[in-house]
């Protein structure tokens, strides 16, 4: 479990240095803000499915999973966090 955190921080940072990196990147409306926020989460899921298949055939199976599903699926839901947050900031008076 440890692991999983330390990757979930990481790809919240990563998240983090996207936002900021690229200000223009992302979806600028509540309505595509929610469905990059569904999409986002429907690709957690199918990360999920794939963890299993990726751990077992792959020749570095864990490490390959953790880097190459794991990862950018929590780094795509952490960004679109941070997208909905910036843009439930602006919409403040």
Do not use: N
Request: hydrophobic fraction near 70%.
């Amino acid at each position: 479990m440890l692991v999983l955190g330390l990757y979930a921080v990481g790809a919240g940072a990563i998240a983090l240095w996207l936002v900021v990196r690229f200000p223009s990147f992302g979806p600028r409306t509540a309505t595509m803000a929610i469905v990059a926020g569904v999409a986002a989460a429907v690709g957690l899921q199918l990360a999920l499915a794939l963890i299993d298949p990726v751990a077992q055939h792959a020749p570095f199976g864990v490490v390959a999973a953790l880097m190459f599903v794991i990862l950018p699926a929590l780094t795509a839901m952490f960004w679109t966090l941070a997208l909905m947050l910036r843009l439930l900031a602006s919409l403040r008076p």
